[in-house]
């Protein structure tokens, strides 16, 4: 396959994409539609802290071989939070973060710093990660992690300060030219990745689809849009392994393109719907993994975004909050004993010659190995996995734990009594992939990785087949009862 180099002609096209936005957003006044009356006791409040962590730490996203150290900073990190009190004197708070994961230890590390030094509670903090795959380790036991977590969390006390009389609006538009489902059929039967190079007419047709739709929620106060967040479900994985600085890839550039027009105290919460089969990469065009790509993206899902601003209509002024949490039991998935003997196998050569070198993406055979013989002795345990949903007015927002395929988010949205619902994964800790359960079955007959596919390989994902199902299930039913209280 031919990989075309990055074009200035897709960022002009992407410039002009945003200009047009800008013209359609100025020659409207209808982000300023919400009225007084609609805030009901409503108070929000926003604020934003650069994290970034000094270079020569790790970072996270990649297989690196034996060195991940970060070699500098191409664009800040940044914690963001809103915190929102309702007119029944109840507080929530959501904090999105510009790193890959958070495990559930920090996530607890991190609501129980806030709780401890405010008035909001530790189980009434969403903590999502934006799945940059530039940014740093969460695991509390790598150097200065705890600080740098803490240091993005202290978003919140700052938002928290700054609560304010708010009205909401809502608005939706769709962006189709940013994602693509990243699991392909061959016409010989065999599933593969679009970060593999192909022949043409090799690829038969992606297995599975994409949500496009943008969603925000647009922050007034004082008859003036100072915030909003934005809802999209895409891999930020424009950079791959070869990529050495820090970078909140194309978030950082959706960010950036809002604020050229709405000003640079603007702020912009990104939240990355359900995205683990979904990725910015077409795999006709091939992988381009440059910071102008990153641009493109997000300028153009800074369009999209502005799009649903402009037609934003309000919400309703009830100002209730509400919070429901419940802790799903899932099974860790089963590893074979053909599997396991397979892995031994890989161990040992693994210990003559050692781990392979960098690989932009994927995962190599050899740490696949290393997890299937990890699995195999904790295969018959129980874990429990936060499902949180939230009710601010009548928007409804669910934050669902590691990396949910799209048609999970579709799913909620689609059953939930709240005509105003935003999904999110990677939120309250990190568990790797929930695929759904036919994509198992999606490729040849065998074991070994990749077989079907990255994502449903066991080590990258690492719960019974299923799992998704039933947290997604979780989700609509805690909403269902949430509306109905």
Same mark, same amino acid.
């Given at each position: 396959?031919?990989?075309?180099?990055?074009?200035?002609?897709?960022?002009?096209?992407?410039?002009?994409?945003?200009?047009? #936005?800008?013209?359609?957003?100025?020659?409207?006044?209808?982000?300023? *539609?919400?009225?007084?009356?609609?805030?009901?006791?409503?108070?929000?409040?926003?604020?934003?802290?650069?994290?970034?962590?000094?270079?020569?730490?790790?970072?996270? #996203?990649?297989?690196?071989?034996?060195?991940?150290?970060?070699?500098?900073?191409?664009?800040?990190?940044? #914690?963001?939070?809103?915190?929102?009190?309702?007119?029944?004197?109840?507080?929530?708070?959501?904090?999105?973060?510009?790193?890959?994961?958070?495990?559930?230890?920090?996530?607890?590390?991190?609501?129980?710093?806030? /709780?401890?030094?405010?008035?909001?509670?530790?189980?009434?903090?969403?903590?999502?990660?934006?799945?940059?795959?530039?940014?740093?380790?969460?695991?509390?036991?790598?150097?200065?992690?705890?600080?740098?977590?803490?240091?993005?969390?202290? /978003?919140?006390?700052?938002?928290?300060? *700054?609560?304010?009389?708010?009205?909401?609006?809502?608005?939706?538009?769709?962006?189709?030219?940013?994602?693509?489902?990243?699991?392909?059929?061959?016409?010989?039967?065999?599933?593969?990745?679009?970060?593999?190079?192909?022949?043409?007419?090799?690829?038969?047709?992606?297995?599975?689809?994409?949500?496009?739709?943008?969603?925000?929620?647009?922050?007034?106060?004082?008859?003036?849009?100072?915030?909003?967040?934005?809802?999209?479900?895409?891999?930020?994985?424009?950079?791959?392994? *070869? *990529?050495?600085?820090? =970078?909140?890839?194309?978030?950082?550039?959706?960010?950036?393109?809002?604020?050229?027009?709405?000003?640079?105290?603007?702020?912009?919460?990104?939240?990355?719907?359900?995205?683990?089969?979904?990725?910015?990469?077409?795999?006709?065009?091939?992988?381009?993994?440059?910071?102008?790509?990153?641009?493109?993206?997000?300028?153009?899902?800074?369009?999209? /975004?502005?799009?649903?601003?402009?037609? =934003?209509?309000?919400?309703?002024?009830?100002?209730?909050?509400?919070?429901?949490?419940?802790?799903?039991?899932?099974?860790?998935?089963?590893?074979?004993?053909?599997?396991?003997?397979?892995?031994?196998?890989?161990?040992?050569?693994?210990?003559?010659?050692?781990?392979?070198?960098?690989?932009?993406?994927?995962?190599?055979?050899?740490?696949?190995?290393?997890?299937?013989?990890?699995?195999?002795?904790?295969?018959?345990?129980?874990?429990?996995?936060?499902?949180?949903?939230?009710?601010?007015?009548?928007?409804?927002?669910?934050?669902?734990?590691?990396?949910?395929?799209?048609?999970?988010?579709?799913?909620?949205?689609?059953?939930?009594?709240?005509?105003?619902?935003?999904?999110?994964?990677?939120?309250?800790?990190?568990?790797?992939?929930?695929?759904?359960?036919?994509?198992?079955?999606?490729?040849?007959?065998?074991?070994?990785?990749?077989?079907?596919?990255?994502?449903?390989?066991?080590?990258?994902?690492?719960?019974?087949?299923?799992?998704?199902?039933?947290? /997604?299930?979780?989700?609509?039913?805690?909403?269902?009862?949430?509306?109905?209280?």
């Amino acid at each position: 396959m031919k990989i075309r180099t990055f074009s200035p002609g897709l960022l002009r096209k992407a410039t002009m994409a945003f200009l047009m #936005g800008t013209f359609l957003l100025l020659s409207c006044e209808t982000m300023t *539609n919400t009225k007084d009356s609609q805030h009901s006791g409503l108070q929000i409040g926003y604020a934003e802290v650069n994290y970034t962590p000094p270079v020569g730490l790790n970072l996270v #996203g990649n297989y690196r071989g034996n060195d991940y150290a970060s070699r500098g900073i191409h664009d800040s990190l940044y #914690g963001k939070a809103m915190v929102a009190k309702g007119n029944n004197g109840e507080k929530i708070a959501i904090l999105s973060v510009d790193i890959c994961y958070i495990t559930k230890e920090s996530v607890d590390m991190m609501r129980d710093h806030i /709780a401890s030094d405010s008035d909001i509670k530790a189980e009434n903090i969403l903590i999502h990660a934006t799945h940059t795959h530039s940014g740093p380790e969460s695991e509390l036991d790598a150097p200065e992690a705890k600080e740098y977590l803490q240091r993005a969390a202290n /978003a919140i006390h700052r938002a928290n300060k *700054n609560l304010a009389p708010a009205g909401l609006s809502i608005g939706r538009s769709k962006e189709e030219r940013i994602s693509h489902n990243r699991r392909l059929k061959a016409v010989d039967g065999t599933t593969h990745m679009v970060w593999e190079k192909f022949e043409p007419g090799y690829i038969e047709k992606a297995l599975g689809g994409k949500d496009p739709e943008v969603i925000t929620i647009s922050i007034e106060q004082e008859g003036k849009v100072v915030n909003s967040i934005v809802n999209f479900g895409c891999h930020p994985t424009t950079l791959t392994g *070869n *990529n050495w600085s820090y =970078s909140a890839d194309y978030p950082g550039y959706l960010t950036e393109s809002i604020q050229k027009i709405m000003g640079k105290d603007f702020g912009v919460l990104f939240l990355n719907a359900p995205n683990g089969n979904v990725t910015q990469v077409d795999h006709k065009v091939g992988f381009l993994d440059t910071y102008q790509e990153c641009q493109r993206i997000g300028y153009l899902l800074g369009v999209a /975004a502005m799009e649903a601003m402009r037609n =934003s209509k309000p919400v309703s002024g009830n100002g209730n909050i509400k919070v429901s949490r419940k802790q799903v039991p899932i099974k860790k998935m089963t590893i074979t004993d053909e599997q396991y003997e397979w892995a031994k196998k890989i161990m040992k050569r693994v210990e003559k010659e050692g781990m392979p070198e960098l690989q932009p993406d994927g995962i190599p055979n050899e740490l696949y190995a290393k997890w299937w013989m990890e699995m195999y002795e904790v295969q018959n345990e129980i874990d429990k996995l936060e499902v949180m949903t939230m009710q601010i007015s009548d928007i409804a927002i669910v934050g669902l734990p590691g990396e949910m395929f799209n048609e999970f988010g579709i799913y909620i949205k689609k059953n939930s009594p709240y005509e105003n619902t935003i999904v999110v994964n990677l939120a309250n800790g990190n568990y790797r992939y929930f695929p759904t359960e036919i994509s198992f079955s999606q490729g040849p007959e065998g074991f070994l990785p990749m077989i079907t596919g990255y994502e449903t390989t066991p080590g990258t994902t690492i719960y019974e087949i299923g799992a998704g199902e039933k947290l /997604a299930e979780s989700a609509v039913n805690q909403l269902k009862k949430m509306y109905g209280s």
